[in-house]
């Protein structure tokens, strides 16, 4: 099966461009499944519930987040009751969400979706090695595809945990920096793995925000809102090979495709 995931989506940059081009990426690439991360498509930080239905409408499979995923509080409910995104497997039991949860790809394979925090330099969190040993345990076995997504600061953090990881996925991918790494491979045990997957928004920007605001607020100490930027379009990620047999990766490629502009 043929897996393409797209990394952090940022503001409606990266939302027009997923909703634009992905219905069509999916028969151009025979596509049979599309994992996302959307933790920053609303003006940067959080998800609405009307982008979350946007995605799944163009062609999104299933939904990752991050450390923003509860900063627009109307989405709370579609976590407690959606069965297509996910919170970080080491948050809090209490905190909304499902830690894990499954989709079946247009090849009919089932495939499990979990995402991780990392600890360094992030927000105090449980640990994600113990966290993806327990969620791991708990899906079934007859899942053999499974797919996660380390968001994660620091790159030591994600390869760690890829490590960890290695044999027991088909991906582990990395989220959160907004800048691709080239080190896409596949680990010795069969699974696919890259540290970052780059972001799905503007590249003429400071990791997806306007320049000209950043810079001010370094060079000067000054508080300013962090536009989203605009320029520079494009969509970066991963598209993966997986065997559904054994549950691992054939083969593992960094994708980016620029977004023209509109007429």
């Known amino acids: 099966m043929n897996l393409l995931f797209l990394g952090d989506i940022v503001g409606k940059p990266g939302m027009q461009a997923v909703v634009r081009l992905l219905p069509e990426l999916r028969g151009e690439l025979r596509l049979d499944a599309v994992v996302a991360n959307a933790e920053n498509a609303a003006d940067g930080s959080g998800l609405t519930v009307a982008q979350y239905k946007r995605l799944l409408a163009a062609g999104v499979d299933c939904i990752t987040m991050g450390d923003h995923i509860y900063r627009r509080s109307e989405l709370v409910p579609t976590l407690q009751k959606g069965r297509r995104i996910v919170k970080p497997a080491n948050y809090p039991a209490d905190a909304p969400g499902c830690t894990w949860t499954t989709f079946r790809a247009a090849c009919g394979t089932e495939v499990a979706v979990f995402s991780l925090l990392g600890r360094v330099f992030m927000r105090p969190v449980d640990c994600p090695f113990a966290a993806a040993d327990r969620v791991l345990a708990e899906i079934p076995d007859s899942v053999r595809v499974r797919f996660c997504d380390i968001h994660a600061e620091a790159t030591s953090d994600k390869q760690l945990l890829g490590r960890h990881l ?38 003429e920007s400071i990791i997806g925000r306007s320049i000209s605001r950043v810079t001010q607020t370094t060079l000067t100490f000054e508080p300013t809102h962090f536009y989203v930027a605009t320029e520079d379009v494009r969509l970066c990620g991963i598209l993966v090979e997986i065997d559904t047999e054994t549950g691992l990766a054939r083969r593992i490629e960094r994708f980016e495709r620029p977004v023209p502009k509109s007429p």
């Open 166 to 203: 290695d044999g027991r996925v088909a991906v582990a991918v990395g989220t959160h920096t907004h800048v691709p790494t080239a080190d896409a491979r596949i680990l010795p045990r069969g699974t696919a793995y890259q540290t970052d997957a780059g972001m799905s928004g503007p590249y």
